[in-house]
């Protein structure tokens, strides 16, 4: 499964759009596309709805990344956290 950044990246590529482009559409800038699409920061949910439709993504494909990410986190936090015990 793709990270949203990657997807977000991937889907403004297909549309032909630079990041400032998109930014624009988002009424966010550039700097703040590039830390979505590397990794920096996320989008919020009032924001994904919104690139969603700009990027025909569908909801459950951009989320779908988001809840698969959380997971990743959540098991390495629990496993972290069990050899910090150790």
Request: with cysteine; net charge positive; charged share 30%.
């Amino acid at each position: 499964m793709e990270k949203i950044g990657t997807l977000i990246r991937n889907h403004r590529l297909k549309k032909k759009m630079t990041q400032e482009e998109l930014g624009s559409r988002v009424f966010v800038t550039k700097q703040a596309v590039s830390k979505w699409e590397t990794g920096k920061a996320l989008p919020d949910i009032e924001m994904m709805r919104n690139l969603c439709a700009i990027l025909d993504i569908s909801k459950d494909e951009i989320l779908g990344s988001s809840i698969e990410e959380t997971k990743k986190s959540y098991r390495l936090y629990k496993i972290f956290g069990i050899i910090a015990v150790i």
